[in-house]
T-cell receptor, first 112, second 110 residues
């Protein structure tokens, strides 16, 4: 089954404790992206990747890091999480940026 | 820059029609439309490309006015299942990243 998986689905952590949210797709897609969703603000892009080893900042990259060492994986790293990073995070993948995006189930992160 | 969606929210009775608009300040190559149910991931509805045809399936269709940098999503004879938040995403060039609007919350009541 074609899918995008994210782990964990829910996470409660404390300020400053490094964390990684994993994202994996099994569709051989070149394009992958991370979004955060906050009430009233829609889907805001954090980082995106056009292909392996190619990543670029989206609209709200501060406080986040990503890497794309393999085509299927695109982890999101929060080196020192802060309460303003409490949000719902979605990973998405597509053949290219102009094709249908497939979204993962989301990760609800709470930073206290 | 985020595209602007209007209206922000709309409430319908089952069977009524609705139009959701998406407007950008930049020239566009593609416009995507997605629907999201509360607590779930967004689901793809359709893509419109520059120079392409108006798209549609079932009772949901969309248009793309390249000159005005605008797209509209048309929902006819709405069903309860149409309730959710609708997002447009815009791309400026072929293969470029997608930027989403803030969403339009659509509620269909019996």
């Amino acid at each position: 089954e074609a899918q995008v998986t994210q782990n964990p689905r829910y996470l409660i952590t404390v300020t400053g404790k490094k964390l990684t949210v994993t994202c994996s797709q099994n569709m051989n897609h070149e394009y992958m992206s991370w979004y955060r969703q906050d009430p009233g603000l829609g889907l805001r892009q954090i980082y995106y990747s056009m292909n392996v080893e190619v990543t670029d900042k989206g609209d709200v990259p501060e406080g986040y890091k990503v890497s794309r060492k393999e085509k299927r994986n695109f982890p999101l790293i929060l080196e020192s999480p802060s309460p303003n990073q409490t949000s719902l995070y979605f990973c998405a993948s597509s053949l290219t940026g102009s094709h249908e995006q497939y979204f993962g189930p989301g990760t609800r992160l709470t930073v206290t | 820059q985020q595209p602007v969606q209007s209206p922000q929210a709309v409430i319908l009775r089952e069977g009524e029609d609705a139009v959701i608009n998406c407007s950008s300040s930049k020239a566009l190559y593609s416009v995507h439309w997605y629907r999201q149910k509360h607590g779930e991931a967004p689901i793809f509805l359709m893509i419109l490309l520059k120079g392409g045809e108006q798209k549609g399936h079932d009772k949901i269709s969309a248009s793309f006015n390249e000159k005005k940098q605008q797209s509209s999503l048309y929902l006819t004879a709405s069903q309860l299942s149409y309730s959710g938040t609708y997002f447009c995403g815009t791309g400026e060039t072929s293969g470029s990243r997608l930027t989403f609007g803030e969403g339009t919350q659509l509620t269909v009541n019996p």
